[in-house]
């Protein structure tokens, strides 16, 4: 069951620039920061709010590390602009088993590690009027920040 | 200042067809229904998760109601997908414009009319790194819900 707004994911070129935009333009200070081999990024989780189920919303702000990364083709093709949207869950691999029994294409066989040890998979945009579509199960005791590079 | 995630807001050519998609794969259910003349557009509410500032955060379907709104020149150049992110505060007016003495074009001269009766502006994405950014403050007593037409 999806309980709340995990994060909005947006693409930028440069994210040390990215980060300090929304500092100064809104106050929102970095959370976490990590980098993600194996999707190809290099990434800042601003928290800005905590959410009734026990989570939190936050932005992640994505740079890409190398060009064949999902997110470097995406800003390519795009421009910088929101890249993803995530729901957080208990039960990641519940609700992917059972969206994908609807017909909706996940795109992993298991979920992956997403931020701060989280795990998340994807669903497919083209099945979900086009919007890129994650769910999230955070680590047990996540949420205390932290920068892990 | 801004202390929640208030709404993604999802562009569709279908706004019956894209409820009953959140509907049937996530289980969310529309909180609020309205139409919003001026911004021409049909919109369906969806609450995901209370805030802990004591609002709520939102997906909210638009789909447009006449060829010369925004979202419907968005939506024929982009595509179906997310058009914009929304960000709550107890005051736009005082956040507006402080906003805008930082160099950020911000798009009415005064706030405008939202959903449930909330007061809103807009600021260029130009400046914001590509992403359509609203800022909200809520109607005193929203998030009720109810169907307003």
Redesign the interface.
């Known amino acids: 069951?999806?309980?709340?707004?995990d994060h909005?994911g947006?693409a930028?070129f440069d994210l040390d620039k990215?980060v300090e935009?929304y500092r100064?333009?809104?106050?929102?200070e970095v959370f976490h920061t990590e980098v993600n081999e194996e999707q190809g990024v290099r990434e800042a989780m601003l928290k800005?709010?905590?959410?009734?189920?026990g989570g939190a919303?936050y932005?992640q702000l994505l740079e890409p590390t190398r060009e064949d990364s999902t997110v470097a083709k995406w800003l390519a093709k795009n421009?910088?602009?929101?890249h993803h949207?995530a729901?957080g869950t208990a039960d990641v691999d519940g609700d992917a088993a059972d969206?994908r029994s609807?017909g909706?294409r996940v795109l992993y066989d298991e979920p992956r590690r997403g931020s701060m040890g989280s795990r998340i998979t994807f669903l497919h945009?083209k099945d979900?009027?086009?919007?890129l579509t994650e769910l999230v199960t955070a680590a047990p005791g996540a949420g205390h920040g932290g920068t892990h590079e």
Not at 1 to 5: G, N, P, Q, V
Not at 79 to 82: A, L, M, P
């Open positions: 069951m999806l309980t709340r707004i909005i947006i930028c990215t935009f100064s333009t809104y106050g929102f800005i709010n905590e959410t009734s189920d919303s932005l421009g910088e602009g929101v949207i729901f969206i609807k909706v945009p979900c009027g086009g919007v």
